[in-house]
Structures are given as structure tokens and as C-alpha cells.
């Protein structure tokens, strides 16, 4: 059985990632990595998680100028942010927004918008966010890409699984996140909740559910990882995981 220490969680990080299809063939390859504990994560201030991106829906409103505003018809209220980030506006042209707040993104729409009239007043707000995911996968009803618009913990992105499988591992939750310096590990139980739940998800996470009984991590989530688009597909550390979980 895995060693999981209360209320902690479990990074694993690879010094070079490697790619997915040759971790069969690396077994024994040395790869450098540094295992931390640390305190389940609070929920992040939803200003800093909800960031613009490709495909979100954004509404902004030049008051007194309605001309200037994104439209609104019976089909669509707002517009679309372009696959580079960009948002087209009326007068000024495309206005980059990818990867800013609401808060930023306002103030980059009135100081384009200052070039042609003096302090203009400019609201911005989404309609609906589509570049935020996460991914759910394993022994759950509804496995998937899901969508968010709002800060959620672990326990909270579970219940967008449909619920567990009558195989699940309840006690064997696992969330991969990717950052530039490896890969963090959360092991979770999910059977007696406790504080390693409250994790806070974040763009691009992927929660897989155990199956009971299964052998090593790495051949139950590879198959699905190389079926993923997204950075996860790039993870080189499954070895030095299944380690830790099999500790």
C-alpha cells in the first residue's frame, strides 16, 4: 500500500521531461527528480485562475459609445478571443487580452481606446469561458475533458465524474500537474475525505481514479495520456511516480 502522510501532498519532479511512448523502454534510465511534502493548497484568488484565453466569450461596453461595444444579438453576446489571444473590437482593431484578468484586460481596452476619445469608461465581462479544463479519467461514470469557470477543490472536480465506478480505488485518487520544472503528484483519498482534498485545481490538471487491484500507475494512465492534447502528454516522470506509489 502506498505511504501517504495526512494532509500532505507529493511532488515528483523529472529534470528533462521525456516523451510518453518510450517510458516502456526507460525503466532503468536514471532520471534525476526531488520528492517534497507540503500542505494542501487553499483555493487561489479567482481573479489570478480566471484568465483570458482562446475561445473565451468576452462582453465589453464603451458607456455612451454603444457602437464601440462588442455586439449583442439573438445568436451571440460578446466575442470570441482568437486563437492568439487577441479580441476584435470595433475602431481599435484586434487588443490582446490572452492570459490577463478582467481587471487587466479592462484597462488594455480603455488605453486603446484613449487614442480616439477622452477617459472613456469601458466594462469588461465573459460570457463564457472555454480555455479552461481539466481532465477526469479512471474508474469514474462520465471520464473526460470538463471545463470550469470557477475556483474547485479535488473533492469538488470529482462530482463532474458522475461518481465513482463499482472498480474505483477510492482510496487511490490521483492529480497530475505539469509546471515547467517537473511534474506535481497529489495522492488523495477519496473514500475519508480530509485537508489533501481541498487542492485547488487549476487549468490543465489531470485526476485519475484507480482501479482496484491494478499494477503499476504507468500502465493503467498511459494510454489515455497519449490520447490527451495538452502538455500532459509530454510527462516523462510515470517511472519515478510508479515508485512512489508502489513505496
Known amino acids: 500500500m502506498?505511504?501517504?502522510?495526512?494532509?500532505?501532498?507529493?511532488?515528483?519532479r523529472a529534470a528533462a521531461p521525456l516523451l510518453l511512448l518510450a517510458l516502456s523502454a526507460c525503466r532503468t534510465a536514471s532520471l534525476p527528480a526531488a520528492i517534497e511534502y507540503t500542505e494542501g493548497a487553499a483555493l487561489p484568488d479567482a481573479s489570478e485562475l480566471m484568465r483570458l484565453g482562446p475561445n473565451d466569450i468576452v462582453r465589453a461596453r464603451v458607456y455612451g459609445h454603444p457602437e464601440l461595444?462588442?455586439?449583442?444579438?439573438?445568436?451571440?453576446?460578446?466575442?470570441?478571443?482568437?486563437?492568439?489571444?487577441?479580441?476584435?473590437?470595433?475602431?481599435?482593431?484586434?487588443?490582446?487580452?490572452?492570459?490577463?484578468?478582467?481587471?487587466?484586460?479592462?484597462?488594455?481596452?480603455?488605453?486603446?481606446?484613449?487614442?480616439?476619445?477622452?477617459?472613456?469608461?469601458?466594462?469588461?465581462?465573459?460570457?463564457?469561458?472555454?480555455?479552461?479544463?481539466?481532465?477526469?479519467?479512471g474508474e469514474v461514470l462520465t471520464p473526460g475533458p470538463i471545463a470550469f469557470d470557477r475556483p474547485l477543490n479535488v473533492y469538488q472536480a470529482l462530482t463532474f465524474g458522475g461518481g465513482f465506478s463499482r472498480h474505483a480505488d477510492r482510496k487511490q485518487i490521483v492529480l497530475l500537474r505539469e509546471r515547467p520544472e517537473g511534474v506535481d503528484v497529489h495522492v488523495i483519498d477519496g473514500e475519508s475525505p480530509d485537508e489533501s482534498g481541498l487542492v485547488a485545481l487549476m487549468p490543465n490538471d489531470f485526476l485519475f481514479v484507480r482501479r482496484t487491484g491494478a499494477g503499476k500507475f504507468s500502465e493503467e494512465v498511459l494510454p489515455i495520456l497519449s490520447g490527451i492534447s495538452s502538455s500532459l502528454t509530454s510527462i516523462g516522470s510515470l517511472i519515478l511516480i510508479d515508485d512512489r506509489l508502489d513505496d
Open 2 to 12: 502506498p505511504c501517504r502522510p495526512p494532509n500532505t501532498s507529493r511532488r515528483a
Open 69 to 137: 461595444s462588442t455586439p449583442e444579438s439573438d445568436d451571440l453576446t460578446g466575442t470570441r478571443v482568437d486563437p492568439d489571444g487577441s479580441l476584435a473590437l470595433p475602431l481599435v482593431g484586434s487588443v490582446s487580452v490572452g492570459g490577463l484578468t478582467l481587471v487587466e484586460a479592462r484597462d488594455v481596452i480603455r488605453a486603446s481606446y484613449a487614442s480616439f476619445m477622452r477617459e472613456p469608461q469601458v466594462e469588461v465581462s465573459v460570457v463564457e469561458y472555454a480555455a479552461r479544463r481539466f481532465y477526469i479519467f
